[in-house]
């Protein structure tokens, strides 16, 4: 079968229209699903209750020091940069069921879905480096067989997030488009391209052209606690180093839909560990 959303193959990069649709069940909800389908992202306030994100901080950095969890190190001091397959953990749990949580998800892919991927990202000084520009989906396509756009990501912040941390930056509309990545001369291993990534990612003079193409300007999304930030797959993003002095967490729940489980990796030859992309243990949302 043909791959519609081919990446990493030829030496040229190419921008491609997006084959499929934004928000499978319907715009009609009591959220701005609308703002969602037409920008790639929705902010919600006030969403979580505050004493579910404080247990679910405490737990975020009780893996941060434990000797069991999968983990993801910085490359120039290997300090933790993130903790995967966090979502069945105490004080994190209870999050991965939250029936309104439930309720987006079934509205936005239009039916059952599961965690592909749960994270925790620390930024936790200024040594703890950034995310280079890029689409999730072209990594998870790439590397992980997730084959259509069927997946999004739900953010949330168990700190406030600022611009001085290295809040999330956004080009608004730019999921409407897909980056499909030249062929680098090497590869890298999974991990390696985890903790900064090699592969897929655009040039500056590609993010120039797609912010043109938009009329976008780049979004810094600020967020605080309780809030719940959805991004879509496919919308080009990068964040920058924290430079505040103080820790920033945020965890990371990674829904798709269950018409689209893995396949094999599209363009990769060795499939990522479970914990990056699951395929086996399905927590189903
Ligand atoms: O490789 C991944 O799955 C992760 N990497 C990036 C750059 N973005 C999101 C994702 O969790
Ligand atoms: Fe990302």
């Given at each position: 079968?043909?791959?519609?959303?081919?990446?990493?193959?030829?030496?040229?990069?190419?921008?491609?229209?997006?084959?499929?649709?934004?928000?499978?069940?319907?715009?009609?909800?009591?959220?701005?699903?609308?703002?969602?389908?037409?920008?790639?992202?929705?902010?919600?306030?006030?969403?979580?209750?505050?004493?579910?994100?404080?247990?679910?901080?405490?737990?975020?950095?009780?893996?941060?020091?434990?000797?069991?969890?999968?983990?993801?190190?910085?490359?120039?001091?290997?300090?933790?940069?993130?903790?995967?397959?966090?979502?069945?953990?105490?004080?994190?749990?209870?999050?991965?069921?939250?029936?309104e949580?439930?309720?987006?998800?079934?509205?936005?892919?239009?039916?059952?879905?599961y965690?592909?991927?749960?994270?925790?990202?620390?930024?936790?000084?200024?040594?703890?480096?950034?995310?280079?520009?890029?689409?999730?989906?072209?990594?998870w396509?790439?590397?992980?067989?997730?084959?259509?756009?069927?997946?999004?990501?739900?953010?949330i912040?168990?700190?406030?997030?600022?611009?001085?941390?290295?809040?999330?930056?956004?080009?608004?509309?730019?999921?409407?488009?897909?980056?499909?990545?030249?062929?680098?001369d090497?590869?890298?291993?999974?991990?390696?391209?985890?903790?900064?990534?090699?592969?897929?990612?655009?040039?500056?003079?590609?993010?120039?052209?797609?912010i043109?193409?938009?009329?976008?300007?780049?979004v810094?999304?600020?967020?605080?606690?309780?809030?719940?930030?959805?991004?879509?797959?496919?919308?080009?993003h990068?964040?920058?180093?924290n430079?505040?002095?103080?820790?920033?967490?945020?965890?990371?729940?990674v829904?798709?839909?269950?018409?689209?489980?893995?396949k094999?990796?599209?363009?990769?030859?060795?499939?990522?560990?479970?914990?990056?992309?699951?395929?086996?243990?399905?927590?189903?949302?």
């Amino acid at each position: 079968m043909k791959d519609i959303y081919e990446t990493r193959i030829s030496k040229e990069h190419k921008l491609v229209n997006r084959q499929d649709e934004v928000v499978f069940g319907g715009l009609i909800s009591k959220y701005d699903l609308d703002f969602y389908e037409k920008n790639g992202y929705l902010l919600i306030k006030d969403f979580f209750n505050k004493q579910d994100i404080d247990a679910a901080l405490f737990e975020a950095n009780k893996i941060k020091d434990d000797d069991c969890s999968y983990k993801n190190y910085e490359l120039n001091n290997k300090k933790v940069r993130s903790a995967l397959s966090v979502h069945n953990h105490d004080g994190i749990v209870q999050l991965a069921k939250d029936n309104e949580l439930h309720d987006l998800s079934y509205q936005i892919l239009g039916g059952r879905s599961y965690i592909h991927q749960s994270r925790i990202n620390y930024k936790s000084d200024s040594e703890s480096t950034g995310w280079s520009w890029h689409s999730d989906f072209e990594t998870w396509h790439a590397q992980d067989g997730m084959e259509r756009m069927m997946c999004f990501s739900a953010m949330i912040p168990l700190c406030k997030n600022t611009v001085e941390n290295g809040c999330l930056r956004v080009i608004p509309k730019s999921h409407k488009i897909y980056y499909s990545a030249h062929k680098e001369d090497n590869e890298f291993s999974a991990e390696h391209n985890f903790s900064d990534q090699k592969e897929g990612c655009p040039s500056l003079s590609v993010i120039d052209e797609i912010i043109k193409k938009f009329g976008s300007e780049v979004v810094d999304v600020l967020c605080d606690v309780g809030d719940l930030l959805l991004f879509d797959c496919n919308i080009m993003h990068y964040s920058e180093a924290n430079k505040s002095g103080e820790p920033r967490t945020n965890l990371f729940f990674v829904i798709n839909s269950m018409k689209n489980m893995l396949k094999k990796p599209f363009s990769c030859i060795i499939e990522r560990p479970e914990e990056m992309g699951h395929r086996k243990n399905i927590f189903e949302i």
